[in-house]
């Protein structure tokens, strides 16, 4: 159920027509939050600032070690000492301890410093990056089977499961479903890629990864960050209720990953690696995953 952290309720004008009312209602909280990595360096303890990010309260250090996850700046359980906590009314920050003798590669946070679009990330040297990043990712699991029906009811699952979403009507949503449609997990965030970072750090945290038997299905668009994130955890079958981008397609299709989008009132579009569904797709366009 939703916390007080997570929305404020605010004073509000309801206009409808030409009449006005005074009223109370419910906002998703947005504030930002420091994600920082302490490392040794040459014996000597030392901190680095990593991101600030805009997210919904609760949940952070899934959302912190989910990012680093994603972006290879952990890989293994091992890698992690521990996680610190700083919540103040002037600063919100996760700080990800690694472990000692692991080693960190400050070139690889070039890659952090991008400009972001409703579609995802751009740039050459971004995309060869990435390239780079899922380079030795296992493909995605070839075995996994899922229903037309199983799709259908992914949306009415998560609409049920989105609790402050309910309340406020301006939340994304992050979920995990088992090839029967059975929900395994879900995370609410203003930020999509947030909710998905929460999603697949709890994972991590638990030593769930890789998710290669679970569908990803997300409230919003698939983009080319979001396909990034689900194809680094292993995960099979990406779904969306939105559109994906050409570069969400693109990297689907090269990682042998099944992309869904449009996934509502009963009706969605498969861009790629179409086998993982019913029969009947053996024949189609989509079934290529290159």
Sequence with gaps: MPSASNTS????????????????????????????????RKGVGAIRSISVTMRTPGNDEELATGFLFGEGLLNRRSELARIERNESNSTNSVRIHLAAGVRFDFKHLERHFYTTSSCGICGKATLEAVQRLLLNVPRANSSLRLSVATVHSLPSQLKRAQHVFADTGGLHAAAL???????????????????VDKLIGAAWLNGRVPLENSVLFVSGRASFELVQKAVRAGISIFAAVGAPSSL??????????????????????????????????ENSAATSVA
């Design 177 to 195: 479903f088992d090839t029967h449609g059975d929900l395994l997990a879900v995370r609410e965030d203003v930020g999509r890629h947030n909710a």
């Design 9 to 40: 309720c605010i004073k509000l004008c309801r206009v409808q027509g030409d009449s006005v009312a005074v009223d109370r209602d419910k906002v998703a909280v947005e504030e930002p939050l420091e994600i920082q990595i302490g490392f040794e």
């Design 248 to 281: 969400a397609v693109e990297l689907a299709r090269a990682c042998g990953l099944t992309l869904l989008g449009f996934v509502r009132d009963r009706r969605f579009n498969v861009y790629s690696a179409s086998y993982r569904l019913d029969g009947q797709f």
